[in-house]
C-alpha cells in the first residue's frame, strides 16, 4: 500500500464519517468506518513532514486550506458560520508546527519538547479544532514512534491510541482499526503530480460544501 492508497482510503472513509454526520447521525456504522480516516491523514502528515523539500510551504498549503475549508465546514455541519468548532486542517498545521519545532528544538532537552507539545495542546484546545489535543498527541505519537522497526511502531501506536481515545467517545476506539492499513504501507509513494494533490486537499471544503447543499 502506497501513499495514494493510503489517501484514497482516507479520503473515502472521511467523506463517509462526514456523510453520516451530517445525515444519517443516529446510525453508528457510517461513524464506525470514519475512524478510520483520521489516524491515517496523522501518519501522511508525518511522512510527508519526513519527506517534503519545504517545511514551510508544507505548513502555508496547509494554514491555506484551512482558512478555506473553514465556511463550508461550518456551514455542513452547523448551518451558520463561526467559532464553534474548527476544521481537520487547523489541527494538522498544529500538529505540523508541533514535529517542526520539536525537532529543531528538542535537541536542547527534554523539557523543551514537553512545552512545545504543551503549548501545541493548548492551542489546538483554546481555538476547539476537529479532535484538539487527542489530534497532537496522534501526530507526535506517529513522529516520536517514525524510526521504530514495523511491529513495534504499530503496537506502541495501538497503546498511545486506546488510551487517548478515552479523550473522546467510544466510537473512537474504532480508530485502531486504521493500524492494520498502514502496517502494510510499503513506503512508496504511487503516482503523484500536483493535479491529484491538489485534489486531495481540495476534497474537503467541496464534499462540504457539497453536503451544505444538499442538506
Known amino acids: 500500500m502506497n501513499v495514494l492508497f493510503l489517501k484514497a482510503a482516507a479520503l473515502a472513509s472521511m467523506i463517509i464519517d462526514h456523510y453520516g454526520a451530517i445525515f444519517h447521525s443516529s446510525q453508528f456504522m457510517y461513524r464506525i468506518i470514519g475512524r478510520i480516516a483520521f489516524p491515517i491523514y496523522c501518519f501522511l502528515l508525518v511522512e510527508g513532514y519526513v519527506h517534503t523539500g519545504s517545511v514551510k510551504k508544507y505548513g502555508l498549503r496547509l494554514l491555506i486550506f ?63 479544532v476537529d479532535y484538539n489535543i487527542m489530534g497532537i498527541i496522534y501526530i507526535v505519537a506517529f513522529y516520536l514512534t517514525r524510526n521504530m522497526v514495523r511491529d513495534k511502531r504499530m503496537i506502541t501506536m495501538a497503546t498511545v491510541m486506546f488510551i487517548t481515545n478515552f479523550m473522546s467517545s467510544w466510537l ?9 492499513i498502514l502496517y502494510f504501507y510499503n513506503g512508496q509513494l504511487g503516482p503523484k503530480n500536483k493535479f491529484l494533490q491538489m485534489v486531495f486537499y481540495a476534497a474537503y471544503p467541496l464534499h462540504l460544501f457539497l453536503f451544505y447543499l444538499m442538506k
Do not use: C
Open 66 to 128: 484551512a482558512l478555506i475549508s473553514e465556511i463550508p465546514f461550518d456551514l455542513a455541519f452547523y448551518g451558520r458560520i463561526g467559532f464553534v468548532h474548527q476544521n481537520i486542517f487547523f489541527t494538522l498545521f498544529i500538529g505540523l508546527a508541533a514535529i517542526y519545532f520539536m525537532e529543531k528544538y528538542g535537541g536542547s532537552g527534554t523539557a523543551v519538547n514537553y512545552l512545545i507539545f504543551a503549548a501545541a495542546g493548548m492551542l489546538s484546545m483554546i481555538l476547539k
Open 172 to 180: 473512537q476506539q474504532f480508530s485502531l482499526l486504521a493500524l492494520p
